[in-house]
C-alpha cells in the first residue's frame, strides 16, 4: 500500500463521519465508498520479477502501441483507474536522466497524449542498454510522481514512482531488444517481459 492512498482515505472517512454527524448516516455513504477506493486504487502488491536478459513493463494496464521508432522500438501502456499504477523499472542499471515536463491533460488512450500530455522521463543505463520510459499524466491523472534522481541505481522491477489515477506509460527500447508482447496484451508492472535481448 503507498502511503497516499492511507492519507486519502482518513480524509475522505472522516469527511464521511462529518457528513453523517451533520446530516443523516445514509449521506456520507458516497465519501466512505470514495476512502474504499482510495485504499484499492493505492495497492502495491508485490511481483516475481523474472530472471535473465530481458526487459519487464514498467507498469500495469494495456499495450496499446508496439511499433518501431527512432531505430527501436516504443511500446505504450494505457492505464485505468483499477490498474495498479506504481511504476517500476523496465531494467537493472542507474538512473540517468529526470525530466519533468508539463502539458496537457488529454485521454491518456489517445496516441497524441505521448507527446503532449503533463510527462516524467526517466532514463535508465544498464545491462548493456539504454532505456527510456514516460510517465505520462491523463484526463484524471494530475499527479506525477517520482520517487528516484539521477545517479540512483535500481534493479530490473523496482518501484521508481506512480502517477495518481487513469494514465500512460511509454517505453523506448533499443534495436538490441526484441519485444514479447502485441497491442490489446495485458501486463503487470515488473512481472511481465516486454522484451527479450537479442542472442540470449
Not at 65 to 76: A, L, M, Q
Not at 174 to 179: A, R, V
Request: charged share 20%; with cysteine.
Amino acid at each position: 500500500m503507498v502511503i497516499d492512498g492511507i492519507y486519502y482515505a482518513l480524509g475522505f472517512t472522516a469527511g464521511g463521519l462529518v457528513v453523517s454527524y451533520l446530516t443523516r448516516p445514509a449521506f456520507g455513504i458516497p465519501l466512505f465508498i470514495v476512502a474504499w477506493f482510495c485504499l484499492y486504487f493505492f495497492r502495491d502488491p508485490d511481483r516475481e520479477i523474472p530472471p535473465g536478459p530481458v526487459a519487464v513493463s514498467p507498469a500495469d494496464g494495456k499495450v496499446v502501441v508496439v511499433r518501431p521508432e527512432d531505430g527501436g522500438t516504443r511500446i505504450s501502456i494505457f492505464l485505468n483507474v483499477f490498474d495498479v499504477h506504481v511504476n517500476r523499472s523496465p531494467i537493472a542499471g542507474t538512473i540517468t536522466g529526470v525530466k519533468y515536463t508539463k502539458g496537457e491533460f488529454l485521454v491518456a488512450s489517445r496516441e497524441d497524449a505521448s507527446h503532449r500530455n503533463e510527462m516524467n522521463t526517466i532514463t535508465v543505463e544498464g545491462e548493456g542498454s539504454r532505456v527510456v520510459f514516460k510517465q505520462i499524466a491523463g484526463l484524471i491523472a494530475r499527479r506525477i510522481v517520482c520517487w528516484k534522481k539521477p545517479g540512483e541505481t535500481v534493479a530490473r522491477g523496482q518501484r521508481v514512482g506512480l502517477i495518481k489515477f487513469g494514465s500512460r506509460v511509454d517505453i523506448w527500447l533499443g534495436p538490441e531488444w526484441t519485444p514479447a508482447v502485441s497491442e490489446g496484451q495485458r501486463v503487470s508492472g515488473g512481472s511481465s517481459i516486454l522484451a527479450k535481448k537479442k542472442g540470449s
